[in-house]
């Protein structure tokens, strides 16, 4: 096999593009000729075109080189010693490699051209070509065609797995091991402990395992232990009676008798204090609960689920969580990989958003820009799906075109309209990136002299606003995105810390 000039070598095969064309790359293209000198004429034309070319002298190689690294587009002469075009052509479908076929002869007749395009050949052309025009034309033609049997072919392998698996949306190798991995304890009832980063999508992973088990009619309890205050925690997951203690007027069932027969999610885990992680393990160790203040128990039919983003055994050193717990817990395990793990899968998910909030806002669906598509993919998502989802609809609600562009992204923003994580709220993007400069420069002289254009109660505000800002930004950032450690760090409680977060979101 002969390589271009410009293309990798017949022995670096593994260099040479991926199979699915996308419109950030230029298209494969591989020219199968005996004659060396249209091999290269033909590569030359291609190349100059932007286009990444491989060649072959004959149908073997040819065959060779689309099974090793499947080319957008084939370029196949007609009549060659051994096999010829036709016969590459029916090897090609028959081996169902993701490349369209054009072929190209000498010696054109109308029975020729029917036969190959009967044959599944995307084009045919006659030598002398009427023009490389007509050539390059003719390719990227068919290299586009094959984008875009590739695309719908991925969305309905999408939709498929939507069916099956909610809004666990991808088909990165790694969320496909979540996926056999649903599938594979779904039907048992064996305690599963989904792990990951937050915004990666446990609760959505609990729900699928809920619905590939027979307990799928019964209900799905999903429970937020970091949410609920801690003197709760016990009467929240397990009920009481009433005069169990002040307030309680009526005996109430907890959520382990809700979730009779179904599944329970313990969402945060790790955040469930000492005394009601005591309880759980008698829970799931006795099949039975007790509700507070009672004194009989009463048998529940539950499967338990837990997730979590801390690091539990880090947790058991600190004697904050039971060692015994973890392990009734940690039967199997499920680890959910970051976005930024997932490869194209954040286009996919982009896409899914686009369509969700077009039908949630009632309105024409949006594209994504070259450029956009590119930002997506570069970024490192520190909040995963969820930062996603969150940006994607920022561009859906402010995006003046139908084509979003890189600067519609919140994480994307221009030069002229900074925000950066210590802008001052409210003071104008202007003023703020001039306050911030001079800060950094002067210190805290400057950004008194700032806020002392502004009346006391607003200037005290909006200093407030920026230390609040300031330091939970970062405490996230220090912790990659652990709402709860964050929220421990700061000596709050989760839903406070979360509060105070989403005030400043609100504010933005």
Not at 215 to 242: D, Q, Y
Not at 468 to 491: K, P
Not at 500 to 507: M, V
Request: one cysteine or more.
């Amino acid at each position: 096999m002969t390589a271009s000039t410009s293309g990798p070598n017949p022995s670096a095969l593994s260099a040479a593009p991926p199979a699915t064309p996308s419109p950030d790359r230029a298209p494969h293209v591989l020219v199968v000729d005996d004659e060396s000198a249209l091999r290269r004429s033909l590569a030359r034309v291609l190349e100059t075109r932007g286009m990444t070319v491989g060649l072959a002298e004959d149908g073997l190689q040819a065959l060779e080189y689309i099974e090793r690294t499947p080319p957008d587009v084939a370029l196949v002469d007609m009549m060659m010693p051994g096999l010829g075009g036709l016969e590459v052509l029916a090897r090609v479908k028959a081996m169902g490699a993701p490349c369209e076929v054009i072929l190209m002869t000498a010696f054109a007749d109308v029975e020729s051209a029917v036969a190959a395009m009967k044959a599944g050949a995307f084009h045919f052309l006659t030598k002398p070509f009427h023009s490389n025009d007509a050539v390059a034309h003719a390719v990227a033609k068919a290299a586009e065609h094959r984008r875009l049997a590739d695309r719908a072919q991925q969305l309905e392998e999408v939709l498929l797995s939507k069916e099956r698996f909610g809004e666990i949306i991808g088909d990165s190798p790694k969320i496909l091991d979540v996926f056999r991995l649903v599938d594979g304890v779904g039907p048992t009832s064996s305690t599963v402990m989904v792990l990951g980063e937050s915004g990666t999508g446990k609760e959505l992973v609990a729900r699928a395992i809920h619905q590939h088990s027979t307990r799928a009619k019964k209900p799905f309890v999903a429970v937020n232990c970091g949410a609920i205050p801690k003197e709760l925690v016990e009467s929240e997951l397990f009920g009481h009676v009433r005069g169990a203690f002040t307030g309680a007027q009526t005996a109430r069932a907890g959520l382990f008798e809700t979730a009779d027969g179904g599944t329970i999610l313990l969402d945060e885990v790790g955040d469930l204090p000492l005394a009601a992680q005591v309880t759980l393990l008698r829970v799931l160790q006795e099949a039975e609960i007790k509700r507070v203040g009672a004194d009989e128990t009463r048998t529940v039919d539950v499967r338990v689920l837990a997730a979590t983003n801390v690091d539990l055994k880090a947790r058991i050193q600190t004697g904050e969580f039971r060692p015994d717990l973890y392990y009734r817990l940690h039967v199997i395990t499920i680890a959910l990989p970051p976005l930024r793990e997932r490869g194209d899968d954040v286009l996919l998910l982009a896409d899914h958003f686009l369509q969700k909030f077009a039908r949630s806002m009632q309105r024409t669906a949006k594209s994504l820009s070259p450029d956009a598509a590119r930002a997506l993919c570069e970024y490192d998502w520190p909040g995963n799906v969820r930062e996603l989802e969150h940006a994607i609809e920022h561009a859906m609600v402010l995006a003046r075109k139908d084509v979003i562009a890189a600067t519609d992204l919140p994480f994307a923003r221009t030069p002229s309209a900074p925000r950066e994580s210590g802008t001052m709220p409210g003071l104008g993007p202007d003023r703020a990136s001039s306050t911030m400069a001079t800060t950094s420069r002067d210190g805290s002289q400057a950004l008194l002299a700032d806020l002392a254009r502004l009346p006391y109660a607003e200037a005290k505000g909006r200093l407030v606003a920026l230390f609040d800002e300031t330091y939970t930004g970062e405490l996230l950032r220090q912790t990659g995105g652990n709402m709860s450690e964050a929220a421990r760090r700061a000596g709050l409680d989760r839903s406070n810390f979360r509060r105070l977060l989403k005030r400043h979101k609100d504010e933005d």
